[in-house]
Structures are given as C-alpha cells and as structure tokens.
C-alpha cells in the first residue's frame, strides 16, 4: 500500500484537524461537518495529481488554450454516516464523479470491547475499470474497510483503489495493508498511534458520526 500522510508537512490542514481534535470547537455539529468537508477538499486536491491527464482544446471568447484534463471515471463510495461529510468534499471537486454509499456499524455485545462489523446496506454502480475512492474518516481496526471490500467485489474489479480518511491508527493501517491491493493509495490527514480497549483511536477525535449527527441509541 502506498500511504500518503499529509500530516507529516505543514499546511493548513493541520487547522482543521485541530479543530475536530478540540474538544471544546467539536461541540459545534456544524462547524465538525464542514471542517471535514474541508478535510476533504484538501485530501481530494492532492490525491487528484495521482490521475491521469490528456490535452484538450478549450475555446474560450478569446482564442485557443490547451490543458491538460482528467479523463477518468471515479465512483465515490462511502461509509454511512460518519462519512458523508467528507464525501461531500470530494465531490466539490470531482462533481462528475459517480456515488456509492454502504452502511457498516459496530455492533457490541452489551457493553463487551469486543465487536463484529455489520454491513446492511449498498448501493453503487459498476465498479468494472474505474477508479474507486473509498471514504471513511476514522480507521481505527481496519475491520470496516475489510468488510466494505468484501461487500465490493460483486460490483466489478476497479482499475485502481483509493482510501480516503482523516485520521487512522497504526494498527488499522497495518491491518488493511494486508488486506488491499499492493498499488493501493492511503490518503490520510493524521496517524494517531493507538487503539483504545474498545478499538477507538488514540488521541482521535472520539465518535465522528456522533460528533457530526448526534449521539445514536
């Protein structure tokens, strides 16, 4: 797996994860929502010079200009819910970009720290020669990016994948990077070090779906 952190260099990335970080600013739902839209934005404009690009002739009122353009078919697929506010990042800049959504929870036995990963829901378009970005804001296990890709595989081989997230622990990386394909691509905002008992990063954020929409039952 090829891992891109952009966390290593200083930008103005580093703002908004601060941010969902604080305790204090992520109390504000919509301020959380729109500071990993940004997220999203920014992690969407670096992993946009990794796509291949064609000259074409744009006719402006002026005259004739040459540019290079993207030519290629990116079906964007989230995990509900925590991930629709990235998703809505990426697609301000890949906005002709197809969509597909899956639903995977955590499901605890009681109060117990172990969990299985539930996948209910899934809904995407052929995924057969294209470019698949995968957005999950918190790889914590690395067992829900399992279980998506399993769900995936009836929907046709892309020609190449693209993990989309803010934060993820070392653990969860590692623990993909045996599941994924070699070639890849993990974009990601920060790596914490940790997992918690019950498989929560360390520092993290805390629970992205309920910052974003509320606490669930």
């Given at each position: ?11 103005v ?13 992520q109390?504000?739902a ?6 990993i ?14 796509l ?23 079906v ?17 800049y ?10 995977a929870?955590?499901?605890h ?16 378009p ?5 470019i ?8 914590a ?9 399993l ?5 046709g081989?892309?020609?190449?994948i ?52 509320g606490?669930?039952?």
């Amino acid at each position: 797996m090829i891992i891109h952190n952009l966390g290593e260099e200083n930008s103005v990335l580093n703002q908004f994860i601060s941010e969902i970080r604080d305790s204090h600013i992520q109390r504000d739902a919509m301020r959380f929502r729109r500071n990993i839209e940004r997220i999203g934005e920014v992690l969407g404009y670096e992993f946009s010079k990794e796509l291949v690009y064609s000259p074409k002739i744009i006719d402006s009122p002026l005259g004739l200009k040459e540019m290079n353009l993207n030519h290629d078919q990116l079906v964007l697929c989230s995990i509900l819910r925590a991930g629709l506010p990235l998703h809505q990042g990426l697609l301000n800049y890949f906005d002709t970009a197809e969509n597909g959504f899956i639903s995977a929870f955590r499901k605890h036995e009681g109060n117990e720290d172990t969990f299985e990963v539930i996948v209910k829901y899934f809904a995407a378009p052929s995924l057969e020669g294209k470019i698949l970005v995968l957005t999950d804001p918190m790889l914590a296990t690395g067992r829900t990016l399992e279980n998506v890709l399993l769900a995936l595989k009836e929907h046709g081989t892309p020609s190449a994948i693209h993990i989309i997230s803010v934060i993820g622990s070392q653990q969860g990386i590692e623990y993909i990077e045996n599941i994924f394909p070699e070639n890849t691509h993990l974009w990601i905002a920060a790596i914490d070090p940790e997992l918690n008992s019950r498989g929560y990063i360390v520092p993290g954020i805390g629970d992205a779906g309920d910052l974003a929409y509320g606490e669930k039952l």
